[in-house]
């Protein structure tokens, strides 16, 4: 199965960054507006087994829209807005992997810079780990 943008993008990064720093574990979209773009049986495609944003856009000319029903499940009224109307910030998942210093750190993230952008990555968030590893500013902070 071919990989998705935003799995090929990851894949680029951790080639991109020294991953002895830090790795980048998924790009993913957070704080969905208004909410999740729902999918139901009508955007199936007749044609076609994937179900890709082309696919949307064709099932919306044919009057379909979210399938979203709001907060009362089935009782509640389907969304009508449009696929380009719900909106989300797409963030990259870091995690680090070990205790490291401001100074290393931000030279790793300035490589991802440009092409995040150009791709529309909104930002970044680190992930909890087990060991609880620390970005500070000072070397000595970094002791365990």
Same mark, same amino acid.
């Given at each position: 199965?071919?990989?998705?943008?935003?799995? #090929?993008?990851?894949?680029?990064?951790?080639?991109?960054?020294?991953?002895?720093?830090?790795k980048v574990v998924e790009i993913t979209a957070l704080n969905h507006r208004p909410h999740p773009y729902m999918i139901g049986p009508g955007h199936m495609p007749e044609h076609s087994i994937y179900l890709d944003e082309r696919a949307i856009q064709e099932a919306e000319s044919r009057g379909i829209t979210c399938y979203w029903k709001g907060k009362n499940?089935?009782?509640?009224?389907r969304c009508t807005l449009?696929?380009? #109307?719900?909106?989300?910030d797409r963030v990259a998942i870091l995690e680090l992997q070990r205790n490291v210093v401001r100074d290393e750190i931000i030279p790793e993230l300035q490589k991802l810079q440009d092409e995040y952008k150009a791709k529309g990555v909104d930002g970044y968030m680190f992930l909890e780990t087990e060991e609880e590893y620390r970005v500070t500013d000072a070397v000595n902070e970094t002791a365990n």
């Amino acid at each position: 199965m071919e990989k998705s943008k935003w799995e #090929q993008l990851t894949d680029w990064s951790n080639e991109t960054m020294d991953t002895s720093i830090v790795k980048v574990v998924e790009i993913t979209a957070l704080n969905h507006r208004p909410h999740p773009y729902m999918i139901g049986p009508g955007h199936m495609p007749e044609h076609s087994i994937y179900l890709d944003e082309r696919a949307i856009q064709e099932a919306e000319s044919r009057g379909i829209t979210c399938y979203w029903k709001g907060k009362n499940g089935d009782r509640g009224e389907r969304c009508t807005l449009p696929y380009r #109307q719900h909106t989300s910030d797409r963030v990259a998942i870091l995690e680090l992997q070990r205790n490291v210093v401001r100074d290393e750190i931000i030279p790793e993230l300035q490589k991802l810079q440009d092409e995040y952008k150009a791709k529309g990555v909104d930002g970044y968030m680190f992930l909890e780990t087990e060991e609880e590893y620390r970005v500070t500013d000072a070397v000595n902070e970094t002791a365990n």
